[in-house]
């Protein structure tokens, strides 16, 4: 059984950075689509970031509207490791937030939280005003 952890998460004023971390056990990264997502008390988990690199490092990489220019996902095949950088960040960030991963065989890229089979347990992370 494998296990994603991830790890970054904490309390920051408006403005600040975060990089959050998730370091995968028992899966290869490279042959799964990685996303990040998150969720807010009384809201539904919504995506923030997926990539799909096809066994590299860079490749294709989708956002929400919301983080757009102030987040980037990455990932580090060699670590096994998904990335978020988060920068600008504002109350609204305010969630927690999961990695995630869809293995490709069998599946093709999506950006809906439904779509993705394997979870961590989240990081929680806070922006105050």
């Known amino acids: 059984q494998g296990q994603l952890v991830e790890s970054g998460g904490g309390s920051v004023q408006v403005g600040g950075s975060l990089r959050l971390s998730c370091a995968a056990s028992g899966y290869t990264i490279s042959r799964y689509y990685m996303g990040w997502f998150r969720q807010a008390p009384g809201k539904e988990r919504e995506g923030v970031a997926t990539i799909y690199t096809r066994g590299g490092n860079t490749g294709y990489a989708a956002y929400a509207d919301s983080v757009k220019g102030r987040f980037t996902i990455s990932q580090d095949n060699a670590k096994n490791t998904l990335y978020l950088q988060m920068n600008s960040l504002k109350p609204e960030d305010t969630a927690m937030y999961y990695c995630?991963?869809?293995?490709?065989?069998?599946?093709?890229?999506?950006?809906?939280?439904?779509?993705?089979?394997?979870w961590g347990q989240g990081t929680q992370v806070t922006v105050s005003s």
């Open positions: 995630a991963a869809k293995p490709y065989y069998g599946g093709s890229y999506s950006t809906s939280f439904r779509d993705y089979n394997y």
